[in-house]
């Protein structure tokens, strides 16, 4: 009797977790075509770095509109989740989510000079309010910085093409976000590394904006008479 019963509890863990496997892969496969489309968004916002700025709104712009074409599947990924079950496959999108903020983010920088709240973010995604879907703080933190890490490169290859007011933008872009991070508590270890990140980054688009300031090709900022 022991023996029979033994085998029943143990086959039963063993058929929950097989279900479990299953759903993580389908959920994965389901997660899919997302990632081509926030690929086809940052190939898009790659061409900043080497066109005009002349075209940069445009190029910002395109991106935002091909990531509309994830939000039929998100509906189809959220259908998956058992309710009230979402942290436990979070993981599975969380990367999804990162990639879709640090696009989103760069463009709306490009297009607003401003940096993109995290509920309009999940709008722009696709992620509506009653959705089993939830970008949650780490992932739009963690996005946001994936963001900054650009803005270097981009301010580099904007003093190429002969834009000297890109570059003064983004470091105070980037100084901004880089003093709102220093007074958060970041208790996430993946998260407090990405922000040791953002110390270089300001520097790297300091040095920019310091070399343009000693070739007189841009002025130096007014003196704080107060």
């Known amino acids: 009797m022991a023996d029979n ?5 143990l086959t039963d863990v063993i058929a929950l977790l097989e279900n479990e496997q299953g759903l993580k892969k389908t959920i994965k496969e389901a997660v899919d075509p997302i990632e081509d489309v926030v690929r086809q968004a940052t190939a898009e916002l790659n061409k900043l770095h080497s066109s005009p700025s002349s075209q940069h709104a445009a190029i910002a712009q395109k991106a935002l509109t091909s990531i509309t074409h994830a ?8 259908a998956l989740i058992p309710a009230g079950e979402f942290y436990r496959y979070q993981y599975l999108v969380s990367n999804t989510f990162k990639a879709f903020v640090t696009s989103i983010a760069l463009a709306r920088f490009i297009l607003h000079d401003e940096l993109v709240p995290a509920f309009t973010a999940a709008t722009l995604m696709g992620l509506t309010e ?6 949650g703080a780490d992932d739009y933190l963690q996005g946001v910085i994936g963001m900054v890490n650009e803005l270097p490169r981009l301010s580099i290859n904007s003093v190429t093409a002969q834009n000297f007011e890109l570059p003064v933008k983004i470091a105070a872009f980037v100084g901004d976000i880089f003093a709102s991070y220093s007074i958060l508590n970041l208790r996430n270890d993946a998260l407090r590394r990405k922000f040791d990140s953002l110390k270089y980054d300001l520097k790297r688009c300091e040095d920019v904006v310091y070399d343009l300031t000693l070739r007189g090709l841009i002025k130096p900022p007014a003196a704080d008479t107060a």
Do not use: G, Q
């Open 71 to 78: 939000h039929p599947h998100w509906a189809a990924v959220a």
């Open 5 to 9: 019963s033994v085998e029943k509890t």
């Open 130 to 135: 009653d959705s089993a879907l939830h970008l």
